[in-house]
């Protein structure tokens, strides 16, 4: 594991912690915070998120940026020469161990593993590598909090949301159509992932559970 980085993180005080909340159960352990479409805020979402997982449960926790985006939550936090979760899904040559791609932020409560440094193609995630990956991290972490890219630009979220926990989806209220949303939210779950919540970003409130089944 690499040693302790200051990274600078600016996570304002989220809208999540309803949503943090009902997720402090040994069922919804890892998770995956995905979006519609790019530039909902599904990275800050994430940051918030892993730090109130961190404060709340008092247990590890890992925040996983698995966006292969070039403005991902790496680049933003100058991670992004580093190894991670992409070098652990495809380099088959020289893999790495999932220790030594995980970064300790001295100024955060919770660990990252980075987006990573190897440049795939049209590769596809492998569902049985990623299940092994995500059992993995769960024997070493309370909670791990997975920021996914977007379901309309890459097919990664959809893979991912049927291996995790809980899927959680990130609205802009700004930006998102709700015939969007309701469009996201039902691919995901006729992909068959099951889909706990979903967090307004840029408001101030939480859509609860019986409001979302209605999407």
């Not at 994430?46 to 890992?62: H, N």
Request: glycine content about 6%; overall charge negative.
């Amino acid at each position: 594991m690499d040693g302790s980085t200051s990274r600078s993180l600016t996570i304002a005080t989220p809208s999540e912690t309803n949503l943090t909340s009902t997720v402090l159960d040994e069922d919804q352990r890892i998770l995956l915070l995905t979006a519609a479409n790019t530039g909902s805020g599904t990275s800050t979402s994430a940051l918030a998120f892993a730090s109130q997982l961190a404060l709340m449960s008092g247990g590890p926790v890992l925040l996983v940026d698995s966006s292969p985006s070039s403005n991902n939550l790496s680049q933003q936090l100058a991670l992004h020469k580093l190894r991670g979760f992409s070098d652990l899904m495809f380099d088959q040559d020289t893999p790495p161990l999932m220790q030594d791609c995980i970064v300790r932020l001295s100024d955060q409560p919770f660990d990252l593993l980075p987006a990573g440094t190897y440049k795939r193609g049209k590769e596809r995630l492998n569902p049985d590598l990623l299940r092994v990956l995500l059992k993995h991290m769960s024997e070493h972490y309370r909670f791990v909090v997975i920021d996914g890219e977007a379901v309309y630009a890459s097919a990664d979220s959809l893979i991912i949301g049927t291996l995790v926990d809980g899927v959680i989806l990130v609205v802009c209220a700004e930006d998102t159509r709700w015939e969007v949303a309701q469009a996201t939210a039902q691919r995901l779950t006729q992909a068959g992932a099951r889909l706990i919540g979903s967090v307004f970003n840029r408001r101030k409130y939480y859509m609860p559970k019986w409001l979302y089944n209605n999407l």
